[in-house]
């Protein structure tokens, strides 16, 4: 799911003169959080994938960083390119193509999908939402042209942008990061412009006014601390968009290079030696991707209705 497929709703976090609500909001964002079965349990996957890629090398340790190393490891007397599933304790999930461990390589292509998710939906988030604050704020000329730049991006394909940026300047962890945040943003703003619209009439807005509060300083210290809500939600599709989109580029062959990988790598790796009979260097890759955006989309649905004001004044 994008943050195109969001609802605009009113503001959901407290105004000024409003911060004594602001444990009750919270509290009622995590009770009707709670109340999403699904969502809790994404939510213990989430942070299981995290734990398991980012403690997971410490605590399990292989080799991932040497192929012709991983290539000659023998168990059993059997190669471990390719070894099949739990026939070795020491290689529980089998070896991949290149004989690598397949449970240290997901960790190493978890460490990399969850960082490049995360920073790519962070910077989008965070961009699209100035971006849709100041063209609310600003109106008339200002709103116009800067809405019509949103237009312009939202109808270009993202992955069609992607790939030629990739293409030309490598796909490093960096350049991949960077051009995900920086062309997925469109949206974000399109949603925080819909409700900075109707947060600008609001009263303590005119109050700041009055007060000789300048535009900049009404929209980043009220503006967008009052969309908080519709930002986190923004944040957590736009990690799960990232995540996706990596697996994708990874897949035709433009994932992150060795000795490094990701999961979409790991699936196009595995699909060359699929028609031999080694079908299970697929099911590994494919179920984490799997299990982690649909763990962050139902996270997102839930943080949206929690958000939602009338849900908040049940």
């Not at 809790?40 to 399990?60: K, M």
């Not at 609310?136 to 730049?149: K, N």
Request: net charge positive; glycine share 12%; hydrophobic share 50%.
């Amino acid at each position: 799911m994008s943050v195109t497929d969001l609802e605009v709703t009113e503001s959901v976090a407290p105004s000024a003169g409003e911060s004594s609500t602001v444990g009750g909001v919270y509290t009622l964002v995590w009770r009707t959080f709670k109340e999403n079965r699904l969502a809790v349990v994404g939510l213990g996957i989430l942070i299981f994938f995290i734990l398991f890629s980012f403690v997971g090398p410490y605590v399990y340790k292989t080799n991932q960083s040497n192929g012709y190393v991983a290539s000659q490891v023998y168990i059993h007397g059997v190669s471990a390119v390719n070894y099949p599933w739990f026939k070795s304790w020491s290689f529980p999930l089998g070896g991949d193509t290149s004989g690598f461990n397949i449970v240290g390589r997901l960790m190493v292509g978890g460490r990399t999908a969850l960082s490049v998710g995360i920073l790519a939906g962070l910077i989008s988030t965070l961009v699209g939402s100035a971006w849709g604050a100041i063209a609310g704020f600003r109106g008339r000329i200002t709103d116009s042209v800067m809405m019509r730049f949103v237009d312009i991006g939202l109808s270009v394909p993202g992955i069609f942008l992607l790939i030629v940026i990739v293409v030309l300047f490598g796909s490093s962890s960096t350049t991949i990061t960077l051009t995900l945040g920086l062309t997925s943003w469109f949206g974000s703003a399109r949603l925080i412009r819909g409700q900075t619209l109707g947060l600008k009439s609001r009263e303590f807005v005119s109050a700041v006014r009055v007060l000789g509060g300048s535009g900049t300083r009404i929209i980043f210290k009220h503006i967008l601390p009052n969309t908080i809500g519709t930002m986190v939600v923004i944040a957590t599709f736009a990690v799960a968009d990232s995540i996706l989109a990596l697996a994708g580029l990874g897949f035709i062959g433009l994932g992150i290079p060795l000795p490094n990988t990701d999961w979409g790598s790991m699936l196009q790796n595995a699909t060359i030696y699929a028609p031999d009979g080694y079908w299970w260097d697929i099911v590994p890759a494919a179920i984490c991707i799997i299990l982690v955006v649909m763990s962050l989309n139902y996270i997102g649905d839930a943080l949206r209705d929690g958000f939602e004001v009338r849900l908040q004044k049940r």
